[in-house]
């Protein structure tokens, strides 16, 4: 069935430090894909997406590459900061208009 | 310009009970989505509302039920709650077409006794 897997966590990265978060999804046609990500206590806010196969979506530092060959979305970032700590989690959206979310990978940073 | 809005914050129901949330779209959105997040999971797909009627619907029994009104606002209603459904409840509003990005809110947390 349709599911999105992600590396477990936590991953702990001392400051500036290289972040990648593997993203591996199982879905039919060409879903767009998304990053999400969870502050302590707040709902979850947009990172970045992309919509068709090569697309890279980009925000904040933050970088992910739509690779329909591999079936695989990683996020990336060259230098993490403290105040990115939180849980991220990848997504896809098929013509249903239902995100079908993976189970999330926490992020520690530390300084 | 107020985002995604839900209430209340935190509720606490006893097995049995049935719960009402609540949720407001960010302006200009004209479709709500529901979300059930469990403890340390990611988000699963509830239903979704469109112009006052359910559109689609992901795997929850018929105790998960909602409703639409005219100004786009959403509840979400759970009867004969199990300890089970216990988790943070996200509401995310859109407009309704594919490349529409979701505005999730800060969720409702309840917690069944």
């Known amino acids: 069935g349709n599911s999105v897997t992600q590396m477990e966590g936590p991953v702990t990265l001392s400051e500036e430090a290289f972040l990648t978060i593997n993203c591996t999804y199982t879905?039919?046609?060409?879903?767009?894909l998304f990053w999400y990500v969870q502050y302590p206590g707040e709902g979850l806010q947009l990172l970045l997406k992309a919509t068709k196969a090569d697309d890279k979506g980009s925000n904040k530092g933050f970088e992910a590459t739509y690779r329909k060959e591999t079936t695989s979305f990683h996020l990336e970032k060259g230098s993490v900061q403290v105040s990115d700590s939180a849980v991220y989690f990848c997504a896809y959206l098929t013509g249903r208009r239902a995100l079908t979310f993976g189970s999330g990978t926490r992020l520690q940073v530390q300084p | 310009d107020a985002g995604v809005t839900q209430s209340p914050t935190h509720l606490i129901k006893t097995r049995g009970q049935q719960v009402t949330l609540r949720c407001s779209p960010k302006s200009g959105h004209d479709t709500v989505s529901w979300y059930q997040q469990a403890l340390g999971q990611g988000p699963q797909f509830i239903f979704q509302y469109y112009e006052e009627e359910e559109r689609q619907r992901g795997n929850f029994p018929d105790r998960f039920s909602g409703h639409q009104f005219p100004n786009y606002s959403s509840e979400l209603n759970v009867n004969a709650l199990l300890l089970g459904d216990s988790a943070l409840y996200l509401c995310?509003?859109?407009?309704?077409?594919?490349?529409?990005?979701?505005?999730f809110g800060n969720g409702t947390r309840l917690t069944v006794t």
């Open positions: 995310a509003s859109s407009l309704l077409g594919v490349n529409s990005p979701l505005h």
């Open positions: 879905a039919t046609g060409y879903p767009s």
